[in-house]
């Protein structure tokens, strides 16, 4: 069974520093994979998502992402983070039937001023 | 509507009481589907629909838990003879066609069962 795990529960960064928050995915096959942020009292907004091709991916938000199928990871990145990028984020993956996602337990971002 | 609307936003009941949660999807989306998130945890799926039909329900812990879209539009999750481990925040999502598209995302129905 596919599974995602996200090993930073909490992250805290400063705001205008770099971020990368983890993503690490158990698929037999080719996945398809997603980066959703969920900020309070609001439902998931999809940031990006990788399906194939070039294995760096752009997303909303100046955030990026990049596939490595070496090491099963998806992790997410932003140069410069923002205040307001302060949110709780899921890596999600999908599989080939095309209508499940199967989420990891979310990294909450904390942004210091 | 300009985005998934869930209703109610939160709900409060007690064990034993049946419960009834609504979603209405953005209009045209033909898939929706139904996640549950506990505290700390990611969401979790429960349930999918192409238009009317319930394409896929193993998501669902047990036969408590049921869903229905009768006419392709909004989606009513029931779950019956509430527990407390029922206590959630239940998610509601559309997309035009399936998972590989952007899929949006209600609000959610947070759910307390004393």
């Known amino acids: 069974a596919q599974s995602v795990t996200q090993p930073d529960i909490h992250i805290t960064v400063s705001e205008g520093a770099s971020l990368e928050l983890r993503c690490n995915y158990s698929?037999?096959?080719?996945?398809?994979l997603f980066w959703y942020v969920q900020s309070p009292g609001q439902g998931l907004q999809l940031l990006l998502k990788y399906f194939s091709g070039d294995t760096l991916v752009q997303g909303i938000k100046g955030f990026e992402a990049e596939f490595k199928r070496s090491q099963s990871s998806f992790n997410l990145r932003k140069p410069s983070v923002h205040w307001s990028d302060a949110a709780e984020y899921f890596c999600?993956?999908?599989?080939?039937?095309?209508?499940?996602?199967?989420f990891g337990k979310g990294t909450l971002l904390t942004v210091n001023p | 509507g300009a985005g998934v609307s869930q209703s109610p936003r939160y709900k409060v009941t007690k064990r034993g009481q049946d419960v009834a949660l609504r979603c209405d999807p953005i209009?045209?989306?033909?898939?929706l589907y139904w996640y549950r998130q506990a505290l700390g945890q990611g969401p979790e799926f429960l349930t999918y629909f192409n238009y009317e039909a319930q394409q896929d329900k193993s998501g669902l812990p047990n036969d408590r838990f049921s869903a229905e879209r009768p006419e392709g539009s909004i989606s009513t999750l029931t779950i019956q003879r509430t527990e407390q481990r029922d206590s959630a925040m239940y998610r509601c999502a559309s997309s035009m066609t399936g998972a590989r598209e952007k899929l949006f995302f209600g609000s959610g129905t947070q759910l307390s069962v004393l």
């Open positions: 209009s045209g989306h033909v898939s």
């Open positions: 698929y037999g096959a080719t996945p398809y």
């Open positions: 999600a993956v999908g599989e080939g039937s095309n209508y499940k996602l199967t």
